[in-house]
């Protein structure tokens, strides 16, 4: 992990508008830029949650410590917390308006939609048959009440921005 790394986490955080609640939340959005071709540099493994970077956890930490982002921890209603991501000192300049597009689509998008989004993304990228059918297997939980319908949904919208690096048609 670098000081470039923390930069890259805030630009991340710039682009989605200024503002990610949740560390899930930006772990995804960082992750589906990867995939598409719009970042670089950080690699993801598969946990609990989905695609994860530790490198990203790490940056996102030193980045709040040392001021080029901040991270305001709140408490869930279900008893566990929450992070609150911003940045203003990084307006990330050098990125392309569909990376802005892209960023931001996810950072609005619902939290487990996204989070079963990405998931699907990252067992495509790992070369299971059906990717939703392996995400409903492992998170049934979440897949419940139409949220695999409407990750499927999220993932076209998000195909429709253009990226160096389209998303797998799943």
């Not at 609005?108 to 067992?123: C, G, M, P, S, Y």
């Not at 998170?139 to 949220?147: A, L």
Request: net charge negative.
């Amino acid at each position: 992990m670098s000081l470039a790394q923390t930069k890259k986490i805030a630009g991340i955080i710039s682009d989605a508008g200024g503002k990610i609640v949740g560390r899930t939340r930006l772990q995804k959005i960082a992750y589906l830029l990867v995939v598409t071709g719009m970042e670089s540099g950080l690699e993801f493994k598969y946990k609990h949650y989905g695609p994860y970077s530790e490198d990203l956890a790490s940056a996102a930490r030193l980045g709040h410590l040392i001021g080029d982002l901040h991270e305001a921890e709140h408490s869930a209603s279900w008893g566990g917390s929450y992070s609150i991501f911003t940045t203003e000192a990084f307006a990330n300049i050098a990125a392309d308006e569909n990376r802005r597009r892209f960023a931001t689509a996810a950072a609005n998008a619902d939290a487990i939609d996204l989070e079963l989004a990405a998931t699907a993304v990252f067992l495509a990228k790992e070369g299971f048959p059906d990717p939703w059918d392996e995400t409903s297997r492992r998170k049934p939980e979440k897949t419940e009440n139409g949220r695999i319908d409407r990750a499927r949904e999220l993932l076209r919208e998000l195909a429709q921005i253009p990226t160096p690096n389209p998303l797998p048609v799943i």
